[in-house]
């Protein structure tokens, strides 16, 4: 690393560092110290042949770094109880680096399928109660991309840039397998929603 690539004397951190920290979604000097290992608190000012701590030249780089705004995937079904919460849950456990997920139905439900909360809890560690709620589909911001759950009749329609049926079994009543077995599924679709969309393959 050339010697005015350094940004942080302390760590030894340079501007690469920094700028892919930034492309990943950091943005405050908490965030950069976190990821990358840069001070940002004055020690390395006395190291520094500028004589300036690394947080002065990182703010810099945070405040000329373009703003990426993620795509927005909202998945839909009915009810917005059961396959929509999950994959609103998983999405965001698994891929909040690329996009953002939400979930809606036409109907709403008083509350979470339970059997859907306790699988998830139990293979993710996620709790849907404590983070999501039953919504309807105008209390969503416009989407990038919809995917529809698999609603059997009529799925709920809403305007996007790219639409996709993943024509799943809806679980409810049956067993804990069937829900494993739809979290499982859920998650494969949501890794390769992940990287069509890192991809720019949408």
Known sequence: MREDDIICYCSGVGRRAI???LDQGAKTLQDIR??????????????SPRKRCCSREILELIRGHPVMTKPKVA??????SCRSQMAEALGKHLASDVFESYSAGTETRPRINPDAVRIMKRLYGIDMEKTQRSKLLEELP??????????????????????EDWGL???????DEEFIRTAREIEKRILDLRERLGSGLL
């Open 19 to 21: 700028l892919s920290a």
């Open 34 to 47: 976190e990821s990358t290992g840069a001070c940002t608190q004055g020690r390395c000012g006395e190291l």
């Open 75 to 80: 998945f839909i079904c009915v009810h917005n």
């Open 142 to 163: 416009p989407a990038d991309g919809v995917i529809t759950m698999g609603c059997n009749v009529k799925c709920p329609y809403l305007p996007s840039s790219f639409r």
């Open 169 to 175: 079994e809806d679980p409810t009543g049956k067993s």
